[in-house]
């Protein structure tokens, strides 16, 4: 098992930009969740994608966009950047339909000033 | 809609001693996961504990036990013989079962602090 890998672990960016951030999920898991965490709070989900289209939404704008690729890496896209995107971004995986839980990166600390 | 809810934000104990932290939740679903998350300075969320809803029997892991309720929609963790490195937030979270879809929902967490 290699683990999920998240990069980069810091990003500064300003208000209007735009960003990515890429995960690179554990072999043969072909799901993959993105979940934002404000300061203080627990993880809220964002999306996710299974075997490469998306199944699921959280309450997110549209400008929140991901991706994932068959060699089990995906993308987080945020356009138009707000100071309250300012968060963690974790990345998370797990074998399809299991309900062994997921494995997760250690995230990507956004800053937007 | 699923709801995760932790009461309380921070706890203290002593190193060696037991402690337990609360979680209830709310749900329609009658077959579902509950889990617990660590979440040291590292940020990286990792797994402490498991629990499927069919099974009566509490899960456990060590020095890690859970009390599960299903009626009472309750899923508490005890954390027996308190380390230095059980510090960190704690994390409830819930899945619903089977199928590709489904996303874990966790409540606010649990600050613990274990003291020498």
């Known amino acids: 098992e290699t683990g999920v890998t998240q990069s980069p672990t810091h990003l500064i960016k300003t208000r209007g930009q735009q960003v990515t951030l890429r995960c690179s999920s554990q072999?043969?898991?072909?799901?993959v969740s993105w979940y934002q965490q404000a300061l203080g709070q627990g993880p809220q989900f964002i999306f996710q994608y299974y075997r490469e289209e998306e199944n699921g939404r959280g309450n997110f704008p549209p400008r929140f966009s991901g991706l994932q690729f068959p060699n089990y890496s995906s993308e987080l896209n945020v356009n138009a950047l707000e100071l309250d995107d300012s968060a963690l971004y974790l990345c998370a995986s797990r074998f399809g339909t299991s309900g062994g839980g997921y494995t997760f990166g250690s995230g990507t600390r956004l800053t937007v000033v | 809609a699923q709801t995760v809810t932790q009461s309380q934000p921070e706890m203290s104990v002593q190193e060696a001693e037991t402690v337990t932290l609360s979680c209830t939740y709310d749900?329609?679903?009658?077959?579902?996961?509950l889990f617990w998350y660590k979440q040291p300075p590292s940020r990286q969320m990792i797994l402490v504990i498991r629990q499927e809803a069919y099974k009566q029997q509490n899960a456990t892991e060590n020095r890690f036990s859970v009390n599960f309720q299903k009626a009472a929609k309750s899923f508490s963790l005890k954390i027996s013989d308190s380390q230095l490195g059980d510090t960190a937030m704690y994390f409830c979270?819930?899945?619903?079962?089977?199928?590709?879809?489904?996303?874990?929902?966790f409540g606010k967490g649990t600050k613990l602090s274990v003291k020498p």
């Open positions: 072999s043969g898991h072909n799901t």
């Open positions: 749900t329609s679903e009658n077959n579902y996961y």
């Open positions: 979270a819930f899945l619903n079962y089977g199928g590709s879809q489904g996303n874990l929902i």
